[in-house]
């Protein structure tokens, strides 16, 4: 039971998408695709999403443009 539940959480923890700004998929700093990438959204979306709410999103855009670390570079899209 206790290795089974070990298993599992090792797996997990192995494919766990983490949160980063996106390289191919950006506009300004890659913060509306990073976070499309991450919940498996449209970009437009969440773009769309960030236009409704401007003065308060326009000071978290910049926050996460400054906290959320860039992407990797790869050879391949995903």
Do not use: H, Q
């Not at 923890?13 to 449209?42: H, M, P, Q």
């Amino acid at each position: 039971m206790v290795l089974s539940y070990y298993l599992l959480v090792t797996r997990w923890l192995s494919v766990k998408k983490k949160l980063t700004r996106s390289v191919f998929d950006k506009s300004i700093a890659g913060v509306c695709g990073g976070i499309a990438e991450y919940f498996n959204l449209s970009s437009l979306f969440v773009r769309l999403l960030f236009l409704l709410f401007i003065p308060c999103n326009l000071i978290v855009y910049i926050i996460l443009a400054n906290i959320i670390p860039v992407s990797p570079p790869t050879l391949y899209r995903r």
